[in-house]
């Protein structure tokens, strides 16, 4: 477990930076473009949600598994053949997803903004692509490599390029230059972890003499096969997020949108922070492990993770909502105060759902992988058609929640039944503590000073509550070794009695 909590607390601290540059590039797109501009930049970011893991085939995950199936068999041979093949393959369909893209922005542009004088958005977005598709695939062998250090210095090498370019770009040129901003840091993006790679990736490169030499044929069908796969999982959400903010601007406009951003663009911060930092650990190791025993250990222990991570980040955040929202948006952002704490909450049971559903692909079970997030879409657009027209703008968030609670309760049922995973005591306290605080600011959410004050009180109740002694230990040594830059010597641990 401490190897777990180091190895998230490095990539969390690499992802600090990649945090920041988000905040700045909100606080400058909210300043100089205002609740459309920002809403207008969401469509265009949910469209590369869509487009770039399908110029992926959906392979990450495939490709994060084998090579950390490959690496402990020792067959480094095949290690280099799932990279070489997997990145061929992307580069190819890439490609040609930007050049569909580029000659069907006309349609895009009428099915996003309702206008096509935003084809030109569609355009440059189409540019960014096979780029991101390209690093995405790249981390992902980063990931199959346990290479946590060179995940963490990708990161803060794309945030540095983003704090840089963000502010000249939409300064001089509004949303010109904060869209063009996407394709430079999508460049930097791949050449960083195309250097990143090769260092820790590829101690013996291979020769590449013709097209059969880059694409190995026997491993494109298991490839595909967790392609196919991921492509169902991935497409279930971002297709349904497309849906459901292209029905937004059209019933509400790209303003309410833009608030809704929001919502998306801080559970988009934090979320893929924590889990994928988790995940990133967890996936090699239940895939190296030979008995259900071992898996459920390691699921408990990152559920607590998890858990305390969120939830003292969410209440940290709705505690501060008041203050954080004119300061790193705008005070025409604040109608976000109505929305978040619903969004948190979903939150929540997302990373329950996550937790409860890690073992899956390392145990190669992608039949109910797929399957429950083809539920958790439909949840989501029946629970979001049936409520838009009766409560507009909150219909998404309390969507999200449903969709995601669904998703929780089959994932649970599904790991206790095949594994029989419990949660434990400690995870139980921890469980209900988490959502009786989510939902005490969610009935009664901070709006000035004294509620502000209110909120640390009961985040600070929350932690006396579910927090144990030796996890206090734990943050203090872990914390004054990277002050004081020397080893701990003592024992800690995170994981459940």
């Not at 025409?332 to 996550?354: C, E, H, K, M, N």
């Amino acid at each position: 477990m401490r190897r777990l909590i180091r190895s998230t607390a490095l990539l969390g601290l690499g992802s600090a930076a990649t945090v920041v540059a988000a905040i700045l590039r909100a606080k400058v797109l909210a300043a100089l473009l205002g609740p459309q501009g920002t809403g207008l930049l969401a469509q265009l970011s949910t469209l590369t949600a869509v487009l770039v893991p399908l110029a992926t085939l959906g392979m990450g995950n495939g490709v994060t598994a084998m090579i950390a199936d490959a690496r402990a068999r020792g067959d480094a041979f095949l290690v280099r053949r799932v990279r070489t093949t997997a990145l061929t393959l992307s580069w190819l369909t890439g490609l040609a997803l930007a050049l569909v893209a580029a000659l069907a922005s006309p349609w895009l542009a009428d099915l996003l903004y309702h206008d096509r004088a935003w084809r030109w958005v569609v355009l440059v977005g189409a540019a960014t692509v096979p780029l991101s598709a390209i690093a995405s695939l790249r981390v992902s062998i980063l990931q199959g490599h346990e290479a946590v250090k060179a995940m963490a210095a990708l990161n803060g090498i794309v945030a540095a390029a983003g704090i840089a370019t963000i502010v000249p770009l939409a300064w001089f040129f509004g949303l010109r230059g904060a869209v063009a901003q996407l394709v430079v840091v999508g460049g930097v993006y791949v050449w960083a972890s195309g250097r990143l790679v090769a260092r820790h990736a590829s101690p013996e490169p291979e020769k590449r003499h013709s097209w059969g030499n880059l694409i190995d044929r026997p491993l494109v069908r298991p490839l595909l096969r967790y392609g196919s796969s991921a492509l169902l999982v991935g497409l279930a959400a971002t297709l349904t997020v497309l849906i459901l903010r292209s029905v937004l601007v059209s019933k509400l406009g790209l303003g309410p949108n833009g608030i809704y951003q929001v919502c998306i663009g801080i559970s988009g911060l934090y979320m893929p922070l924590i889990l994928n930092s988790i995940t990133a650990i967890v996936w090699p190791q239940i895939a190296g492990q030979r008995n259900d025993e071992e898996t459920t250990a390691t699921m408990r222990q990152a559920l607590r993770l998890g858990l305390l991570l969120m939830t003292g980040a969410t209440g940290a955040m709705l505690a501060g909502a008041p203050i954080w929202i004119p300061l790193f948006y705008s005070n025409r952002f604040l109608p976000a105060l109505d929305l978040l704490p619903i969004q948190f909450l979903g939150d929540y049971f997302r990373t329950v759902s996550w937790m409860c559903s890690i073992w899956l692909v390392p145990r190669n079970r992608l039949k109910p992988w797929v399957l429950y997030d083809v539920v958790y879409g439909v949840a989501l657009l029946v629970t979001f058609a049936l409520l838009v027209d009766r409560v507009g703008l909150k219909s998404a968030v309390i969507a999200y929640v449903v969709a995601h609670m669904s998703h929780a309760v089959l994932h649970y049922a599904l790991a206790r039944r095949a594994l029989r995973f419990r949660f434990g005591p400690d995870n139980r306290r921890l469980l209900l503590a988490s959502l009786a605080l989510l939902l005490g600011l969610t009935l009664w959410t901070p709006r000035g000073i004294l509620g502000v004050a209110l909120g640390v009180a009961s985040l600070t109740l929350w932690a006396a509550l579910v927090v144990r002694p030796d996890e206090w230990r734990t943050v203090w040594r872990k914390g004054m070794r990277y002050l004081g830059g020397r080893e701990s010597t003592s024992d800690g641990s995170l994981g459940p009695r």
